[in-house]
């Protein structure tokens, strides 16, 4: 059974970064797996904010080109999400995300992500 668990969110002023991770378990993150960031800010749609296949590629959502960074532990199975330059609309719950996928750049679609962590919070204020 997979399972992802996220942390490092929090509250921030405007300007600041945060890194978040997600540390995963029931699999090892080299194997054939997408991960993902998502976030759904209140009363929005779930979004997609950055995915990385087990092969290292990246797509990023235009909001997060350039301030935020994806990467992967692969010795800890642990993914990160390193976040600069955050503004207030980068308020919303955070969610890690994984499905079984074989290429080199997989994409943000939510209903194709089988495993979820429990989200957590970044607020960022002004």
């Known amino acids: 059974q997979v399972q992802l668990v996220e942390s490092g969110g929090g509250s921030v002023q405007a300007g600041g970064s945060l890194r978040l991770s997600c540390a995963a378990s029931g699999y090892t993150a080299s194997s054939a797996y997408c991960m993902g960031w998502f976030r759904q800010a209140p009363g929005k749609e779930l979004e997609g904010v950055v995915t990385?296949?087990?092969?290292?590629?990246?797509v990023y959502a235009d909001s997060a080109k350039g301030r935020f960074t994806i990467s992967k532990d692969n010795a800890k199975n642990t993914l990160h999400l390193q976040m600069n330059t955050l503004r207030p609309d980068d308020t919303a719950m955070y969610y890690c995300a994984a499905r079984e996928y074989v290429g080199s750049y997989c994409y943000f679609a939510p209903s194709q992500f089988r495993y979820w962590g429990q989200g957590i919070l970044v607020n960022v204020s002004s």
């Open positions: 990385m296949s087990h092969t290292g590629g990246a």
